[in-house]
Every structure is written in C-alpha cells, then in structure tokens.
C-alpha cells in the first residue's frame, strides 16, 4: 500500500559560497519521501520570478507532483545565506518577507490534507500571519500531524509554538532544541525531564529527540528507545534530520517496530549527511 503525505512550509534556493543548490526543510521531506516510494505532496509558494521557475523544473525532475505550490504575484522566492564553514554546524540567514510566507488556503489543499496518512509541518513556514491561519485551517483534519520544530533564530514565536503542539501527533525536536522548550517551560533540560513534560501537557503519540552524531532516540509514554546512530563522513549535514524524519515518517506508516523505525531513520539521515546537499538521489537499495 502507497502512503499519501502532505509536507507544508518553505521551498527556497540556499545559496553557499559554491553556488546556490534548492532546499528547505519541507521541501527536502518532500522529495525524500517521494524517492521512498510514498505519494508526497508540498504545500508551498514560489515568486513569479525565475528562481521560482528553476525551482519548479527542479522539483519536476524528480516528478514530484506540482499542483500544491502556489506562485505569489507579489513576493519573490526564497533565498537563504548559508555558511558552510564548519559542515557540522552550518549557519543560515534567511530573507524575509518571501513567497512561502503568504500561502493561502484553498479547497483543493484542504482535500489533500483531509485525504493524507500523515501531514507534516515546521515552525519556519509559520513566521508570517497569512501561512500561519492557511496552517491552521489544515490542521483541523485528523490525519497523523507530525510537528518539525526545526528552529531557525529570529523566526519562532512560543506563543504560536505551545498552539502547534496542541495539534501533534508526533514532535521530532534536535538536543539544541530541546533546551530551548527546557527553559522555555522553566524545567530541566533532560532529555528525559522535558519529554515527560511535553508529553504529560500535550496530546501527543510520541516524541522523537535528534541527537546529531550521536543517534536519536524515541519517547513514548514514559519508555525511551536509542540508537547509536551511523558513523560516516560527514560531507555537509544539510538536510541530514530532514532525510532522518523521512525515513522516521515511511517506516512508521508501514507500522515498523519503533526500533526498526529508528534504525533506517537514522540509516537515511546518515546517508544524506555523507552526501553534498540536501537531496541526494538514491534508491532505497543504497540505504540498506
């Protein structure tokens, strides 16, 4: 059986001292899950301009499909500043206001929400009012709501963030961003202290905790489950959670032990952190 996903949120150029090659969280999940072999669909924006068309042609040879993507009149599309300095900790500054950030609500959008196994969402998609109210709307579908937090300083807001959790099903969250919500929610910043919490004050099935070179591990209902993670060669670790919450995300649909589900996530996002960019193209063959 072919899962459906919905990914909602940014789609951008990020431009490195090599040249400028597509990303965004979001969009990354997209093409990801597409090459897993599931049916993915990006709800995003791009401007009118021609970066917005070479974006488009690059989503296109990869045949994901385009009918979600909305093109902005008005605003340009995404550009990010990457330093790439040190591959292990890469920095970004990223333009703003941009196409993605007025994505507007339509039926058709609605009806692929409504319609998906699973909807997937971040917190950078969300920095502007228009894009924030379109997620809203989505997330009253019942679907499995998977929350990326994925923070990208300035652009979160703790406000918006506590009503985001109330709609998730699943939270992947990095170490970094993990003691972010500790000291936001004044408690400590164990992994296991700030799992309890969110889990005890939010609806939410389970909780997936990044940990980089170290692995991951998954909180669910006071049980921790942790993998070493893969030793590679890091080429750049662009896209590297990206590709993990993808693997996370098909092998859980597939009702995968949760340590099997663990494993190949952490087997993709080691694959990707091994390669340039954050879409490689593979087979599922070359994971194994």
């Not at 969402?121 to 998977?146: C, P």
């Amino acid at each position: 059986m072919q899962h459906n996903v919905v990914i909602f949120g940014e789609m951008l150029w990020d431009c490195l001292p090599s040249g400028p090659v597509p990303g965004g969280a979001p969009m990354n999940v997209a093409l990801n899950l597409h090459q897993l072999g599931l049916d993915s669909k990006l709800i995003s924006a791009v401007g009118n301009d021609n970066d917005g068309k070479e974006l488009l042609g690059f989503l296109q040879t990869f045949q994901l499909p385009l009918e979600l993507i909305q093109i902005n009149q008005d605003h340009e599309t995404s550009k990010v500043l990457v330093d790439d300095t040190d591959p292990e900790n890469i920095k970004y500054t990223i333009v703003s206001p941009v196409a993605w950030d007025f994505i507007q609500w339509n039926s058709k959008m609605d009806k692929a929400v409504a319609e998906s196994d699973a909807f997937v969402f971040g917190t950078l998609g969300v920095r502007n009012a228009e894009s924030l109210t379109t997620l809203l709307q989505l997330l009253q579908h019942k679907t499995l709501r998977v929350f990326d937090v994925n923070f990208r300083p300035p652009f979160y807001d703790f406000e918006i963030i506590v009503t985001l959790l109330g709609f998730t099903d699943i939270l992947k969250i990095n170490e970094d961003e993990l003691e972010i919500f500790a000291d936001y929610f004044a408690i400590d910043p164990g992994i296991e202290s700030v799992c309890s919490h969110l889990d005890g004050h939010y609806p939410m099935d389970l909780i997936c905790v990044t940990q980089g070179s170290k692995g991951a591990m998954i909180y669910k209902q006071g049980e921790i489950i942790s993998h070493d993670g893969y030793k590679v060669t890091v080429a750049d670790s662009i896209g590297a959670g990206d590709a993990f919450l993808s693997g996370f995300i098909k092998t859980y649909l597939d009702s995968q032990p949760l340590d099997q589900v663990l494993d190949f996530a952490c087997k993709l996002g080691a694959f990707v952190a091994g390669k340039k960019g954050g879409t490689p193209r593979y087979e599922i063959s070359d994971i194994q």
